[in-house]
């Protein structure tokens, strides 16, 4: 199944975690969101309440007008919003949005209600002076029409992201609450979506990194990407980013691409397990036309090499045909060059 682009509802802090002052600026005049001053899509990415399965229930208009002829698919969903000004801002990619059942999203409220979930966010609708009503005499249809993990997320590194006047998303409107198909368009739409990249350092500082909440940042992961970046920006100016494609760093050389995803475990093998899945995907995705397809594939961490994990990496190599690296990172020490993965 193709992926499908979903506009949300503009948020002016741009977290979707809770209700924002003016939750109903650009919308139509009319309509819920602008009468009432907020949307149930305001908590789209409130990651603090997932329920016993491991999934955040949340809500998408476009995947609540689509319920009934959708029910029980998972979509990829590319995610955009249009900013009072009508500006138009690329959210992120949702790999794997689960449209619930009418029974799953009586599930969910009731556990919402009962756990005073539901009590919380009346207070944060208060907190930016928003009457409850509306809220409170919603039914569960109204609160939630999807589910998914949040690992299957995967936002603007950094914030919002302006689209530029020649992308699809402003040249075409979509309905507000409509699922657009986009089966019959070029590839490059789709990849519209992917970061660009940025060479701005990450945050080290718990007070500057401002994670949100239930969704904290790993600092050390974020020392070890500036420390690579840092690195390898010497060795190859101009040609290194951080979260280019969602990759924690991104490499141009001559004749490949090197995509290195960080982890912070201190045991190499776990730090291969965790990384394996993201970096295939990422190869996968491609961030645009004209990109090689010749991918180094490298996993950073801390923790020393060993005879264990030799033998792992020689194994995916003899016997699925994948030519892994790893490379240790000690904080504050100086590196070479990442060698090859089976010694």
């Known amino acids: ?70 029910c029980g698919q998972v979509l990829d969903l590319l995610v955009y919003t249009i900013s009072p000004d009508g500006r138009r801002f690329y959210v992120g990619r949702l790999f794997a949005a689960q449209v619930i059942t009418p029974a799953e999203a009586l599930t969910a409220y009731n556990e919402f209600k009962e756990r005073g979930w539901f009590a919380e966010r009346e207070d944060q609708l208060r907190a930016v002076n928003v009457e409850v009503a509306s809220f409170a005499q919603a039914g569960p249809d109204e609160h939630f029409s999807l589910r998914f993990r949040p690992e299957d997320w995967r936002p603007e590194p950094g914030g919002l992201r302006e689209a530029d006047s020649r992308d699809y998303i402003c040249g075409h409107g979509h309905n507000r609450y409509v699922l657009a198909d986009t ?39 974020n020392r070890i990407q500036n420390q690579l970046f840092v690195h390898l920006s010497a060795l190859y100016p101009g040609r ?7 990759v924690d760093i991104w490499v141009d050389r001559p004749d490949e691409h090197a995509l290195i995803e960080v982890k912070s475990s201190l045991d190499a093998c776990s730090a291969v397990r965790e990384a394996l899945g993201q970096l295939l995907e990422y190869a996968w995705i491609q961030p645009g036309p004209g990109m090689a397809t ?50």
Do not use: C
């Open 240 to 246: 290194v980013w951080m979260e280019k494609g969602y």
């Open 183 to 221: 089966q019959h368009l070029a590839a490059n739409v789709v990849s519209q979506w992917t970061p660009a990249g940025t060479t701005t350092l990450k945050a080290v500082i718990a007070s500057d990194a401002a994670p949100v909440p239930g969704h904290p940042v790993d600092l050390q992961h």
């Open 1 to 70: 199944m193709p992926p499908f682009i979903a506009r949300i509802g503009w948020s002016s802090n741009g977290r979707w975690d809770g209700p924002s002052i003016g939750g109903g600026d650009g919308e139509t005049p009319g309509s819920f969101r602008h009468d009432v001053g907020f949307g149930f899509e305001d908590w789209f990415l409130d990651f603090r309440h997932p329920l016993a399965d491991g999934y955040v229930y949340s809500m998408l208009q476009p995947v609540y007008k689509s319920r009934k002829a959708r």
């Open 294 to 343: 010749t991918y180094r594939l490298i996993v950073a961490a801390p923790a020393p090499r060993s005879e264990r994990l030799d033998g792992y990496l020689a194994t995916l190599h003899e016997r699925y045909g994948l030519q892994l690296e790893y490379l240790q990172v000690v904080e504050g020490r100086p590196m070479a060059w990442v060698s090859t993965g089976a010694q």
